[in-house]
Nanobody
């Protein structure tokens, strides 16, 4: 059974940077991995996804150009480097493991395992 553990969240000033990490274990660690986020009273939102070989996809509205997803297969870890953070980036960020090794889905339904989340707060 896959297990995902996020870390790296925290409080950061507008314009600052954070790097989130997701340590994975279990049989799906070679599949597509993704980051989602959920702000209070809002639906879970796709941020970025990465395939086993490093192909990536981003939420064009909120992440592209500011966030970078990467993975280290040897360490079974996925990262989300976030720069130029804004108050609207405040959310709980979740790591997810997908059903496929190549399909970069943007729907939560494309993912079969989730971490517990890590809070990112950017004050206004």
């Amino acid at each position: 059974q896959v297990q995902l553990v996020e870390s790296g969240g925290g409080l950061v000033q507008p314009g600052g940077s954070l790097r989130l990490s997701c340590a994975a274990s279990g049989p799906t660690i070679s599949n597509v991995m993704a980051w989602f986020r959920q702000a209070p009273e809002k639906a879970r939102e796709f941020v970025a996804a990465i395939s086993r070989i490093g192909e990536s996809e981003y939420n064009a509205h909120s992440a592209k150009g500011r966030f970078t997803i990467s993975r280290d297969n040897a360490k079974n870890t996925v990262y989300l480097q976030m720069t130029s953070l804004k108050p609207e980036d405040t959310a709980v960020y979740y790591c997810a493991a997908g059903l496929s090794s190549w399909y970069l889905g943007a729907s939560p339904d494309d993912y079969i395992a989730w971490g517990q989340g890590t809070q990112v707060t950017v004050p206004s």
